[in-house]
């Protein structure tokens, strides 16, 4: 597998943690540098680990995992999108009570965002291409990705301001959807 290979899989992989950046951001979610830093660098750890993890796991548990992850990121994503509409609906000033960049909704969308590269990782192992390269190039490309939406979500939200949580959360409902979807097709 070549170095332009493993970039095109990352780039790919990296599509829906951007995506959740850039709704994170436009919600008025990455104010400071902190919560800058905590987005990229948990999405970019996330898909660091996980095709670590599914390398290592081997064909019989992630064949099982295969057959409901879809719904599990669809569940975290639908839990975390519905709050951020319902805040961004809210007639108040006040903003979602937890920060998806913190604490376990960082955790949910980082797993949510980060479970078709687990099914990466068996895949690379069936091809016997040593883990390690491809997945620190996964973990970087993730993160870099995550930072560029981040930029743009935040002159969204500084242009659209609240209505841009409910943009986000639908977003985020979109991408939970697309994965149930895709799976079926």
């Known amino acids: 597998m070549g170095t332009i290979d493993i970039i095109v899989i990352a780039v790919g992989l990296a599509m829906d943690a951007a995506a ?15 919560a800058v830093f905590r987005l990229a660098f948990h999405f970019g750890l ?15 548990f ?6 409901f992850d879809h719904w599990i990121a669809f569940g975290l994503l639908s839990v975390v999108g519905s709050r951020m509409i319902l805040s961004g609906m809210d007639d108040k000033d006040a903003t979602l ?17 980060s479970i078709d590269a687990l099914a990466i990782g068996l895949s690379l192992a069936m091809l016997e291409v040593n883990i390690w390269y491809p997945s620190v190039a996964i973990g970087i490309i993730t993160a870099a990705m995550s930072l560029m939406a981040i930029a743009i979500g935040k002159h ?14 639908l977003i985020l409902l979109f991408i939970g959807v697309r994965i149930v979807f895709l799976e079926f097709m």
Do not use: C, H, N
């Open 20 to 34: 959740v950046s850039l709704a994170a951001a436009a919600g008025g979610f990455a104010k400071d540098g902190r």
């Open 46 to 60: 996330f898909q660091f680990m996980m095709p670590v993890i599914g390398w290592g796991l081997g064909v019989g």
């Open 62 to 67: 992630v064949s099982y995992l295969k057959a």
């Open 97 to 113: 009570k937890k920060d998806p960049s913190r604490g376990m909704t960082m955790v949910m969308l980082s797993i949510a965002t």
């Open 156 to 169: 969204l939200g500084a242009l659209f301001g609240k209505r841009m949580e409910i943009v986000g959360g």
